[in-house]
């Protein structure tokens, strides 16, 4: 060992320094551990959300105080983990690593990699946790965030910073409509987080799998807490998302995330709940299920451009059993969002897709947060198609109806064959325009199933390729569809 004289300075230094005193920390000991939560007797001093060790290095999230035990949820489990071992305070409150490190990769919610590949790089760590923007750091909900879905772009608008809820049954396409929205962003200067909760390994690969033929994987990045892993979890995963998205827009970026699905979320937070002997409330969900959904979905808003003027959109899902809109977790949601998409199981189920309702679907923005020109094209289009269901009512009577009504009711139907879409088939906007002029100005009416479907189908290419622009005059688009589509041999009628 070399002399004290040939060591460090710095270690003479702090040897010098050094001074012996009592030091007091707490240790407390693990009681019981089951079903991912352990029971923590000997911490006084704990606190709500911070983060325990145990002996063999295993942690904890504490997440009730009781008078004799604090209750934790288990973060991560060493095969030693066993009742009697010692548990001690870091701390530290739950946080993850953020920033562009983590676009293109799959993480579980802690940040840790589920792709394969080395831990992203990040140099900035945020908390799950954290208050919402203050009402004087928000703005006005006025850009548009295009989904490509003909009947939302056109009837159902949605800004950058809404919170848009996604609803109905399964199977009705609920996540097929998250997923075209972010394919939609596709060099629209929109990052992506699409949160997956409670769902099977198979549909994350194919998920994942999806995203990555779309192209649009390198701006996305997937948080997965799948069926198999513990409430605890999956729990957390939105919280994640929602800081992964935060720590974007705080930087003045425009994010998209999706929580697919806050149903499965809502019931993992009952599950903790009961596990921790919590009192149940309606539906055995506890009282603040409410709140906590709203802290969530509050964190989405778009900034002011003094705080950067970047935006976070939310589209929340929620499912619902037997077409019951009025159920507990539904309506909580309906009233923390800006608007609701309801996917009907009976339109689906009669081949009309994607099968939105439009009576039930509404947008809370509006036209406020619409292309100009679609929205003017648009024009009075939900409220004539409100008015045709009506309408078609009484067609299955078989009475006789008057001309103008029978008019109103062959537009409507007509529509409503225009408002088809494809799955994973996002449209443009000035695709959106090209088919409402065509619409509009009724250049198809002429022809009916596989011939009108050709011909919109030409129409949606040609406007890909090119057209005359968002920002040319109405009447160029007029002349321009009219002209394609006589040049195609579907010569409009005169």
Same mark, same amino acid.
């Given at each position: 060992?070399?002399p004290?004289? =040939?060591?460090?300075?710095?270690?003479?230094?702090w040897?010098?320094?050094y001074?012996? !005193?009592?030091?007091?920390?707490?240790?407390?000991?693990?009681a019981a551990i089951?079903?991912?939560i352990?029971?923590?007797?000997g911490?006084?001093?704990?606190?709500?959300?911070e983060?325990l060790?145990?002996?063999?290095g295993?942690?904890?999230?504490?997440?009730?105080?009781?008078?004799?035990?604090?209750g934790?949820?288990l973060?991560? !489990?060493?095969?030693?983990l066993?009742?009697g071992?010692?548990?001690?305070l870091t701390?530290r409150?739950?946080?993850i690593?953020?920033?562009?490190?983590f676009?293109g990769?799959?993480?579980?919610?802690?940040?840790r990699?589920?792709?394969?590949?080395?831990?992203p790089m990040?140099i900035?760590?945020?908390?799950l &946790?954290?208050? =919402?923007?203050?009402?004087?750091?928000?703005?006005?909900?006025?850009?548009?965030?295009?989904?490509?879905?003909k009947?939302?772009?056109?009837?159902?608008?949605?800004g950058k910073?809404?919170? *848009?809820?996604?609803?109905?049954?399964a199977?009705?396409?609920?996540? =097929?409509l998250?997923v075209?929205t972010?394919?939609?962003?596709?060099?629209r200067?929109?990052l992506?987080?699409?949160?997956?909760? %409670?769902?099977k390994?198979s549909?994350?690969?194919a998920?994942?799998?999806?995203?990555? *033929?779309?192209?649009?994987?390198?701006?996305?990045?997937?948080v997965?807490? &799948?069926?198999?892993t513990?409430?605890g979890l999956?729990?957390?995963?939105p919280f994640?998302?929602?800081?992964?998205?935060?720590?974007?827009?705080?930087?003045?970026?425009?994010?998209?995330?999706? @929580?697919?699905?806050l149903?499965t979320?809502a019931r993992?937070?009952? &599950?903790?709940?009961?596990?921790?002997?919590r009192?149940?409330?309606? /539906?055995?969900?506890?009282?603040?299920?409410? @709140?906590?959904? %709203?802290?969530?979905?509050?964190r989405?808003?778009?900034?002011?451009?003094?705080?950067?003027?970047?935006?976070?959109?939310?589209?929340p899902?929620?499912?619902?059993e037997?077409?019951?809109?009025?159920?507990?977790?539904?309506?909580?949601?309906?009233?923390?969002?800006?608007g *609701?998409?309801?996917?009907?199981?009976?339109?689906y189920?009669?081949?009309f897709?994607?099968?939105i309702?439009i009576t039930?679907?509404? %947008?809370?923005?509006?036209?406020?947060? !619409?292309?100009?020109a679609?929205?003017?094209?648009?024009g009075?289009?939900?409220?004539d198609?409100l008015q045709?269901l009506?309408?078609?009512?009484?067609?299955?009577?078989?009475?006789?109806?008057?001309a103008?009504?029978?008019?109103k009711?062959?537009?409507?139907?007509?529509?409503r064959?225009?408002?088809?879409?494809?799955?994973?088939?996002?449209l443009?906007?000035?695709?959106?325009?090209?088919?409402?002029?065509?619409?509009? /100005?009724?250049?198809?009416?002429?022809l009916?199933?596989?011939a009108?479907?050709?011909?919109l189908a030409?129409?949606?290419r040609?406007?890909?390729?090119?057209?005359?622009?968002?920002a040319?005059?109405?009447?160029?688009?007029?002349?321009?569809v009219?002209?394609?589509?006589?040049?195609?041999g579907h010569?409009?009628?005169a």
């Amino acid at each position: 060992m070399p002399p004290i004289e =040939s060591a460090d300075p710095k270690s003479v230094r702090w040897l010098d320094d050094y001074r012996p !005193q009592l030091r007091i920390s707490e240790v407390g000991k693990l009681a019981a551990i089951g079903d991912g939560i352990a029971w923590v007797e000997g911490l006084p001093s704990a606190a709500m959300d911070e983060i325990l060790r145990f002996g063999d290095g295993s942690e904890a999230l504490v997440f009730h105080l009781g008078s004799k035990r604090i209750g934790a949820i288990l973060l991560s !489990q060493k095969e030693g983990l066993f009742a009697g071992l010692s548990a001690h305070l870091t701390g530290r409150r739950l946080d993850i690593g953020v920033g562009d490190g983590f676009l293109g990769r799959v993480v579980d919610p802690l940040g840790r990699p589920l792709d394969g590949a080395p831990a992203p790089m990040s140099i900035r760590r945020r908390r799950l &946790e954290a208050a =919402s923007p203050p009402i004087t750091a928000r703005d006005f909900v006025e850009r548009p965030l295009l989904s490509g879905n003909k009947m939302v772009d056109t009837m159902i608008p949605i800004g950058k910073g809404q919170r *848009q809820l996604i609803i109905g049954d399964a199977g009705t396409g609920k996540s =097929s409509l998250a997923v075209d929205t972010i394919i939609a962003q596709k060099n629209r200067n929109v990052l992506c987080v699409y949160v997956l909760i %409670s769902q099977k390994r198979s549909a994350v690969v194919a998920t994942i799998e999806t995203l990555r *033929q779309a192209g649009v994987l390198d701006i996305t990045c997937i948080v997965v807490a &799948e069926a198999t892993t513990t409430p605890g979890l999956k729990f957390l995963a939105p919280f994640a998302g929602c800081a992964l998205a935060e720590e974007w827009m705080g930087a003045g970026r425009d994010v998209l995330v999706v @929580y697919d699905d806050l149903t499965t979320h809502a019931r993992a937070y009952r &599950e903790l709940s009961l596990l921790l002997r919590r009192p149940p409330g309606r /539906e055995a969900y506890p009282g603040d299920i409410f @709140y906590l959904h %709203s802290r969530l979905l509050e964190r989405s808003t778009c900034l002011s451009a003094r705080y950067g003027g970047g935006s976070m959109t939310a589209l929340p899902i929620v499912e619902t059993e037997q077409g019951e809109i009025s159920a507990y977790i539904p309506t909580n949601l309906i009233s923390i969002t800006d608007g *609701q998409i309801y996917l009907d199981p009976a339109l689906y189920a009669r081949g009309f897709l994607p099968a939105i309702d439009i009576t039930r679907s509404v %947008s809370r923005i509006g036209g406020k947060a !619409q292309v100009p020109a679609i929205k003017a094209e648009a024009g009075r289009m939900k409220l004539d198609f409100l008015q045709f269901l009506e309408l078609e009512v009484f067609t299955r009577f078989g009475s006789r109806l008057e001309a103008s009504v029978e008019a109103k009711i062959k537009r409507g139907r007509l529509l409503r064959e225009f408002l088809k879409q494809d799955r994973l088939a996002p449209l443009s906007p000035e695709q959106q325009m090209a088919w409402l002029v065509a619409y509009n /100005e009724g250049f198809l009416d002429h022809l009916v199933g596989t011939a009108l479907q050709s011909s919109l189908a030409e129409l949606l290419r040609w406007a890909l390729a090119g057209g005359p622009g968002l920002a040319a005059p109405r009447e160029d688009w007029r002349d321009a569809v009219s002209g394609l589509l006589r040049e195609k041999g579907h010569e409009p009628p005169a």
